[in-house]
């Protein structure tokens, strides 16, 4: 109901004969600053020529409206009655070549990229169907599909947020997104680039120390306060480093569930992959049934001992886990 009556306020507020042409060529990005404070936001209407399937991505940070930071109401209006509206990004694939009309409303800074069918940001370019996994000792049937690109609308600076990836989903647990290299190369990402660390790792021929600053991404809401297990695994096309993490931000022991976390490059390095999954740690004689709060390093140290040495220290266990990342085949060209 919120979206409808903010669209309905734009329609009535910013007549189309108001309206702003803009010349965004494919590829590329505009950046707007139509007021120059957050406490001083305006509204406003812009006009864009979009090809048959071009993506169009308009992101805005919040402004200061009546005292509080408001994402602003964003609506792509297009040829034939094609609409999206959202607030703080909206995403939309040009089905037909035209102009579409992007309205804004209570706004200090607007960003707007173009991509056309087959750029790297919105196109994975890896088709579902050349990507085959084993789901059997999860009990799963892969679901493989293309996510869309997820822009931000905080205060980085755009083109930021994360690049169309392919989706390999294993049940609700298990998920694996691989992603162009080069896409990656042509955002703002948050958290950084983790490539490079990664890179870094698979080149190196000692141990891999399970540390709690081993790279994520995406990031969530959380911090790694437990890590397990860090290894490379090797496979015929994707080289991984694989870990164990407890992620909270709070300090809670037992540990109901640990997060399996790997990330991956191929050997042609044209594709990163991150892979997360769950599983957790059967209870060890003597462990506390509810959960404790503060950290308890020797309790950590005990599980790290189990985990390395008892195959039956998790459910699933972690040869299961990795027996996924093995099965993974996608095409890969020599390196």
């Known amino acids: 109901m919120r979206a409808i009556l903010a669209c309905l306020m734009l329609l009535a507020a910013l007549p189309a004969r108001g309206q702003e042409v803009l010349g965004l060529a494919p590829g590329h990005t505009l950046r707007l600053h139509a007021a120059a404070r957050a406490e001083a936001p305006v509204s406003r209407a812009y006009a864009v020529s979009l090809a048959a399937g071009d ?62 069918a087959g750029h790297p940001v919105v196109d994975p370019g890896i088709a579902p169907a050349a990507v085959r996994v084993d789901g059997r000792g999860l009990g799963a049937v892969p679901a493989i ?13 755009p083109p930021s947020g ?93 540990f109901e569930r640990l997060a399996y976390v790997a990330l991956g490059l191929s050997r042609d390095g044209r594709v990163f992959a991150t892979a997360l999954g769950e599983t957790r740690p059967i209870p060890a004689p003597g462990e506390p049934a509810e959960a404790r709060e503060g950290t308890n390093p020797a309790y950590e140290a005990a599980l790290r001992r189990r985990i390395a ?23 890969c060209a020599a390196p």
């Open 55 to 116: 993506w169009l991505a308009v992101t805005a940070p919040a402004a200061q409206v009546m005292g509080a930071a408001t994402e602003p109401a964003i609506e792509v209006l297009g040829p034939g009655g094609a609409a999206a509206q959202d607030y703080g990004r909206v995403v939309v694939r040009a089905a037909v070549a035209g102009t579409w009309r992007v309205v804004v409303r209570d706004f200090h800074a607007l960003s707007l990229s173009r991509y056309p």
């Open 145 to 157: 599909a293309v996510e869309p690109l997820v822009p931000r609308y905080d205060d980085a600076p």
């Open 162 to 254: 994360w690049p169309a990836r392919l989706a390999v989903k294993l049940g609700e647990d298990f998920a694996i997104h691989l992603y162009r290299r080069d896409a990656m190369r042509q955002m703002e990402l948050w958290p950084p680039d983790p490539v490079p660390v990664v890179a870094a790792l698979l080149r190196g021929t000692a141990p891999v120390e399970a540390r709690t600053d081993l790279p994520l991404f995406p990031i969530g809401n959380f911090a790694v306060a437990f890590a397990a297990q860090a290894e490379r695994r090797l496979g015929p096309c994707m080289d991984w480093v694989r870990y164990l993490a407890f992620h909270t931000q709070e300090s809670v022991w037992p």
């Open 309 to 331: 040495t008892d195959p039956a220290a998790l459910d699933p266990p972690l040869a299961t886990l990795d027996a996924v990342l093995a099965s993974l085949v996608i095409p």
